[in-house]
C-alpha cells in the first residue's frame, strides 16, 4: 500500500532558525577568514586584536547584504558587556558565555594551535623514525 507524502511546510520559527543558523555559519566563516590573516602572521590574540576581528567582521559588507538588519543585531555584542581593550592575550578562563564573533575567533585560534601541536607530533615521529632506520633499526 502507498502513502502519500505529506510535505510540511515549516513555520516562522522553524525558518527563523534556520536563517539564525546560516547566518551564524556565514559568520564563523567571515571571522575563521580574518583570524587566518593574523594566525599565519603568528599574531597573538590579544584583547584589542580580538576587538579588531569583531568590528571587521560585524562590518563585512557581504555579511550585512546576506541578512537583514534583525538578524545582524543578533550577533551584536550587548553595550554591557565589557572586555578589555588591550594587548593581553585573551583568556576566557572557565567562560563559555562569550559573544558569537569572540568565541568564533578563538576557536579559530585553538584550531591552530591545535594544528601546530599535530604537527610538531608528526615531525618528532618522523625524526624518531629517520634515526631507527639510520642505525639499522
Excluded: C
Excluded at 2 to 30: G, K, W
Excluded at 40 to 46: E, F, I, N, S
Excluded at 79 to 87: K, Q, V
Aim: hydrophobic share 45%.
Amino acid at each position: 500500500m502507498h502513502t502519500p507524502q505529506t510535505s510540511r511546510t515549516p513555520n516562522e520559527q522553524e525558518l527563523a532558525a534556520l536563517r539564525f543558523q546560516a547566518a551564524a555559519r556565514d559568520l564563523e566563516q567571515i571571522v575563521r577568514n580574518i583570524a587566518q590573516r593574523y594566525i599565519a602572521q603568528q599574531v597573538p590574540l590579544t584583547w584589542r586584536l580580538l576587538h579588531a576581528i569583531e568590528a571587521e567582521a560585524l562590518a563585512d559588507l557581504g555579511f550585512a547584504s546576506r541578512h537583514d538588519a534583525l538578524m545582524l543585531g543578533l550577533f551584536q555584542r550587548p553595550g554591557g558587556l565589557a572586555y578589555p581593550e588591550t594587548d593581553e592575550t585573551v583568556d576566557f578562563g572557565q567562560s563559555n558565555a562569550l559573544p558569537a564573533v569572540f568565541a568564533f575567533a578563538v576557536s579559530a585560534y585553538e584550531r591552530a594551535a591545535q594544528s601546530a601541536q599535530d604537527a610538531q607530533r608528526e615531525a618528532r615521529r618522523r625524526a624518531a623514525a629517520k634515526r631507527s632506520r639510520a642505525w639499522g633499526g
